[in-house]
């Protein structure tokens, strides 16, 4: 079975410092991997995707994930935090290789101090 | 492009009272997903429709949850009779089938069993 563990419940970090939120996934075949972030009231909304190719991989408002197989990791980074990426960030895995649906982590909020 | 579309917003009702959430996914999208968000947690699928036909309702309490999608586009789903420990919000998300990985969410509808 697959599964999702997000290890930080709330991660607080200064503006304009780097910011990472964590991820660690277990699957038996093929991974692909996900980052959505909810704000209040709204639903989610995607930021980046690992299907294949690259380990560092680019998404939206300038976040980016590391793909890291040996560690089984996908951590969500951004170089300088704003006080407006403060928001609820969940990961989310797709064991392609058993054809199996999404599943979410927990979600961990991601508060940015001015 | 107008995006995932969800009603109502809002609903509050007793328990062992029915209720009934609408989902109008994004235009050309052949699949849609209904998720629960319970609070605290992140969101877990209930059923996957590709077009009218169902992919996976593995996770759907079928003695009281019900969902339809008729005509391949929008859908409904159905608690009856609610429970307490319904109270949640219900995501309904879509995916084109070029890109079935990107899911986009609708707000969400929060239920509040009394």
């Known amino acids: 079975a697959q599964s999702v563990a997000q290890p930080e419940d709330q991660v607080n970090v200064a503006e304009g410092n780097p910011l990472t939120v964590k991820c660690t996934y277990s699957v038996s075949g093929n991974p692909y991997l996900f980052w959505y972030v909810q704000y209040p009231n709204r639903g989610l909304q995607f930021l980046l995707k690992?299907?294949?190719?690259?380990?560092l991989v680019k998404g939206s408002y300038g976040f980016e994930a590391e793909f890291n197989k040996s560690q089984t990791s996908f951590h969500l980074k951004k170089p300088s935090a704003l006080v407006s990426d403060s928001a609820l960030y969940f990961c989310a895995v797709r064991d392609i290789s058993y054809g199996q649906n999404f599943v979410f982590g927990p979600g961990t909020r991601l508060s940015v101090l001015p | 492009e107008a995006g995932v579309a969800q009603s109502p917003r809002y609903k509050i009702i007793e328990k062992r009272q029915s209720v009934a959430f609408w989902c109008n996914p994004i235009s050309g999208h052949a699949t849609l997903y209904w998720y629960q968000q319970i609070l605290g947690q992140g969101p877990k699928l209930l059923i996957q429709f590709q077009n009218n036909g169902v992919v996976d309702d593995s996770q759907l309490p079928k003695d009281r949850f019900s969902a339809e999608r008729l005509k391949g586009v929008d859908s409904t789903l159905k608690i009856q009779p609610a429970k307490l420990e319904d109270s949640a919000v219900y995501l309904c998300a879509s995916s084109n089938l070029a890109e079935q990985e990107t899911q986009y969410f609708g707000p969400g509808t929060r239920l509040l069993v009394l």
């Open positions: 690992y299907i294949t190719g690259d380990n």
